[in-house]
């Protein structure tokens, strides 16, 4: 299973922030599997953003923090998954990373893409 | 949210040393508790899942215990490659929480 990771590194104060993450290995619909966004940085640490998954249907789950900016996208047709992040602002800043889950843990990891918000 | 807190948040040691790292959550996740293992400008590497279940390709001198809130990972045996910083997670219910980490130093 391999995580590519793309998407800009440079995002400006109140844009949407779009990032991909591009699965080899495993599929974005796997009934076994979840999809997730997790984010890091000096002040925040590690942070889950967010999932989706298809359990006979799509699911997502977001963080409380974010719900209401967040949006993750599955793509069958491509075998990804995408973040969408509105309205960000310079605390948005950090290493943004795609993970996959199966129940035992964030096994299989993005590369990670450094974010920053900033005019 | 459950709270993940790790103890110490740093620590010296030794090749060769045998080193313990302590992971308490603020209610039960009975054994739902993964420890990953990151160096730095790497992404976490799990290294632990379910609180002791070695994780396939992780050396066995990586171990981990516990349940309820308390967790412990240890790792036996120093060896140069193990000095990073260390993380647990709860796997017990959303949103999935972190600790803050231990970083290990030389």
């Known amino acids: 299973v391999q995580l590519q990771q793309s998407g800009p590194g440079l995002v400006k104060p109140s844009e949407t922030l779009s990032l991909t993450c591009a699965i080899s290995?495993?599929?974005?619909?796997?009934?076994?599997?979840?999809w997730h966004w997790i984010r890091q940085s000096p002040s925040r640490g590690l942070e889950w953003l967010g999932r989706?998954?298809?359990?006979?249907?799509?699911?997502?789950n977001y963080a409380a923090s974010a719900r209401g900016r967040i949006t993750i996208i599955p793509d069958t047709s491509k075998n990804q998954f995408s973040l969408q992040l509105k309205d960000v602002t310079p605390d948005d800043t950090a290493v943004y990373y795609c993970?996959?889950?199966?129940?035992?843990?964030?096994?299989?990891w993005g590369q990670g893409t450094l974010v920053t918000v900033s005019s | 949210d459950i709270q993940m807190t790790q103890s110490p948040s740093s620590l010296s040691a030794f090749v060769g040393d045998r080193v313990t790292f302590t992971c308490r959550s603020s209610?039960?996740?009975?054994?739902?508790v993964n420890w990953y293992q990151q160096t730095p400008g790497k992404a976490p590497k799990l290294l632990i899942y379910?609180?002791?279940k070695l994780q396939s390709g992780v050396p066995s001198r990586f171990s981990g215990s516990g349940s309820g809130t308390h967790f412990t990972l240890t790792i036996d045996s120093l060896q140069p490659e193990d000095f990073a910083t260390y993380f647990c997670?709860?796997?017990?219910?959303?949103?999935?929480?972190f600790g803050q980490g231990t970083k290990l130093e030389i």
């Open positions: 993970a996959r889950d199966r129940s035992f843990g964030f096994d299989f």
């Open positions: 290995g495993d599929t974005v619909s796997s009934s076994s599997a979840a």
């Open positions: 989706t998954y298809f359990r006979s249907k799509w699911m997502d």
């Open positions: 209610q039960t996740i009975y054994s739902y």
């Open positions: 379910e609180s002791s």
């Open positions: 997670q709860q796997g017990y219910n959303t949103p999935r929480t």
